[in-house]
Structure formats: structure tokens, C-alpha cells
């Protein structure tokens, strides 16, 4: 009788000690981006075959956007963001739309309906985006001069010029 009490008051024991470590807090291990922190490297080719990476475009404040033809944001988004880039380019903006898991004719065919100029590097696996944890379409990364993301945004965003108009004053004399 007694061994069945200390039996069950073991278990108990046992029991509750894999609870605790279970629950406990893990260490972050995620290599996702934050804010605050250096953007993660990469090495993408966009419609006309150019390379891009962190490297080409340090000393620029980028928009990293990842986009598809499928999203109705990214229709009336793009013309938008475009505009920005036409104007700030002399300065040192750089936009990087990245077409996540579509054909080159998909993303041809949609960037010339949109009269897009800035560069569409395409990322036909979905490995870049997975990289930067992205789950929704369009998601952007600001990224400044240093590399270092300063905004992450989800979703309908520059529906309106306002929103990048605020998000870039930070960086560029706007009128």
C-alpha cells in the first residue's frame, strides 16, 4: 500500500515536471525579420534577368514588396508605389516587387497593364517569401540606407498616396 502511494505520488510528480517544461518558454529561434533589425540577405532575379540583392542596394531606402497578380490590392496598389518611385529614384529609392510562385508571362503581362518601371524580381518557388515569413499578399519591408527594417506592412496599405507619401517624408524631402 504504501509503494502504491509513493507510485502515484511519483507519477504526479513526473507528470507535472513535463507540464512545467513543456509550457516553458522556448528561446527565440526564429530567423524571421523584425522590426529593428537587418533585413536577410538575398540573391533574386528579376523580369530582365538582373540580380538583386542587399548588397546592390545598400545606401538606398527600399520597399521590398511581395505581390501577385491575383490580389486586388496589388491592382490599384502598384500605380501608387510607382509614381513614388518615379519621383524618388534620383534619390536613392529603390523598389523591389517581388512576384511570389507566378509564371514570368504572369507578371510580365500584369506590369506592363500597369505601366510598371521599378523592378519585379520573381521568386517562382515562394523560397524568398518563406524567408521573410510571409503569409498574406502584398506584405512590404521598408528598409533604410543601413539595411534595417523600419516598417512591416500587411495587406491593403497604399490604397491612397497618403500612407507612403507619411512613410517616406521620413527620407526624402516631399512636397
Known sequence: MVNSKFLKLLLIFFF????????????EKSS???????AINFDIHDLKD?????DKVKGKVVLLRF????????RYEMPVIEKYYRMLKSQGFEVL????KQSTAVAEAFTAQLDITFPIPLDLEGKMAKRYGVYAI???FLIDREGIIREILIG???????????????????P
Open 16 to 27: 507535472i515536471i513535463l507540464l512545467v517544461l513543456a509550457c516553458k518558454e522556448k528561446p
Open 32 to 38: 524571421l525579420p523584425k522590426l529593428g533589425t537587418n
Open 50 to 54: 538582373q540580380t538583386w540583392s542587399l
Open 67 to 74: 505581390w501577385a497578380d491575383w490580389c486586388p490590392y496589388c
Open 97 to 100: 516587387a517581388v512576384n511570389v
Open 138 to 140: 502584398p506584405t512590404n
Open 156 to 174: 491593403e496599405v497604399f490604397r491612397e498616396e497618403k500612407p507612403l507619401k507619411d512613410l517616406l517624408k521620413n527620407y526624402f524631402p516631399l
